[in-house]
């Protein structure tokens, strides 16, 4: 979204390894490596801050280097964002109305809510919500027009990001769940789908992807070019 991330600072940095000064293939590849390996391992997708969290509270990277230290106090069944939800410790964003206009908030999915500061940062900290207060859980407070702002900004990002892989060609060789969520970027729907559609939700998880036609038909090529890398070598 910024441009905070590097990409010229060697292998196994942010960003490094997927971008232009790297890679010449089209990163609709990587995309799919990664969905489909998140996807049939389970792993639920978390992000962090890094620079600032709203206008006014600045934390650079102190909440990347926090995060770990929370996670490995977090056990094993409580990492299932399935028991988050369903424990109110994350909290779906919805849209809202700021000063007379519809801001498309939800976006945003979901974010951790008060109650998931007191049970998982009180295993850190001693007085948790000194460093988690309510302006940085919920940035509107902070300043109502500049996160309007920022919603803003997300949106056209990802209508320009998804209208670029729409344009080279890169939508048409991901994986359906991606096809769909790119045009649904660049154009607000896909074959009758929205973001917040359970059928297009659907799409993204495990028992979904591994019982598709096209993760086996993945599968069948993977295999069948990997039999003929070893016969080169033999």
């Known amino acids: 979204m910024t ?8 292998a196994g940095s942010e960003g490094a390894l997927t971008k232009g000064p790297f890679n010449m293939l089209n990163m609709i590849h990587d995309l799919n490596n990664a969905l489909v390996s998140y996807a049939i391992s389970g792993y639920d ?25 929370v996670w ?17 410790y994350l909290e779906k964003m919805g849209d809202m109305d700021i000063n007379g206009k ?9 974010r951790i809510a008060e109650a998931f500061v007191k049970q998982f940062f009180g295993r850190v900290f001693s007085n948790q919500s000194s460093v988690f207060d309510e302006d940085m859980l919920k940035p509107k407070l ?3 027009k500049i996160f309007a702002d920022g919603i803003e900004t997300i949106t056209v990002t990802n209508q320009r990001v998804g209208n670029n892989y729409l344009k080279d060609g890169g939508a048409d060789m991901a994986v359906p769940p991606l096809k769909a969520l790119l045009h649904i970027m660049a154009k607000g729907e896909y074959e009758g ?7 297009f939700r659907a799409m993204f998880t495990r028992d979904a992807v591994i019982n598709s036609d096209w993760y086996k038909a993945r599968l069948k090529e993977y295999q069948k070019q990997e039999l003929l890398r070893l016969e080169r070598g033999l």
């Open 3 to 10: 441009g905070k991330s590097p990409s010229t600072t060697g």
């Open 45 to 69: 997708v978390w992000i962090t801050s890094a620079g600032v969290i709203g206008p006014l509270k600045k934390v650079e990277h102190d909440i990347s280097l926090l995060v770990p230290e």
């Open 72 to 88: 490995s106090r977090v056990r094993e069944e409580e990492k299932s964002s399935k028991y988050l939800i369903e424990n109110g």
């Open 102 to 110: 519809t801001v498309p908030i939800g976006v945003l999915g979901y």
């Open 142 to 144: 902070q300043d109502p």
């Open 193 to 199: 789908m929205t973001l917040n559609d359970p059928k």
